[in-house]
């Protein structure tokens, strides 16, 4: 069996290192599948879930990114991820809160970069309660 080397890091620390048979998550024009040899690639990827597919014990891994860069190599795959958060973290209920926190600050926004930057992170909080509920669902 084919396999290729993922790693997902963040700035603050290595989320996942290890062989897979397949990994999934955002990019930026749409959901996107590797494959062991597949064409190397570079673009941005979106807030959501990297799904992996471990060699090892065919279990899926599951962590939650914030967005970033994917590189792939037809024997490497690398998430560099803004933020990462493996999938037995994600805790609902602060997810929730902090939602809601964002919805207020917008409402609240007294310029266009306090806009910007409430949206921005109700986006990611949107993708983040997504994916723990698309996580939970398994």
């Given amino acids: 069996m084919s396999t290729i080397h993922v790693d997902v890091v963040s700035a603050e620390e290595s989320i996942f ?11 930026e024009s749409g959901e996107l599948g590797i494959l062991p040899r597949h064409t190397p ?6 807030p959501g879930a990297v799904r992996i597919q471990r060699a090892d014990n ?3 891994e599951f962590v939650f990114v914030a967005g970033g860069i994917l ?4 024997h490497c ?16 209920a602060k997810a929730l809160e902090a939602k809601r926190l964002a919805e207020e600050a917008i409402q609240s926004a007294k310029g266009e970069l ?18 723990i509920r698309r996580l939970r669902k398994k």
């Avoid at 690639?41 to 979106?46: P, V």
Wanted: hydrophobic share 45%; charged share 25%.
């Fill in 71 to 74: 590189e792939v190599q037809p």
């Fill in 77 to 92: 795959v690398t998430v560099l991820a803004d933020t990462a958060i493996r999938g037995k973290d994600l805790d609902e």
């Fill in 58 to 60: 065919g279990q899926e």
């Fill in 17 to 27: 290192a290890g062989e897979a048979t397949l990994v999934s998550l955002p990019g």
């Fill in 41 to 46: 690639l570079i673009t941005r990827i979106k």
């Fill in 114 to 131: 306090d806009l910007a930057r409430a949206q921005s992170e109700l986006a990611e909080l949107v993708a983040q309660l997504a994916a």
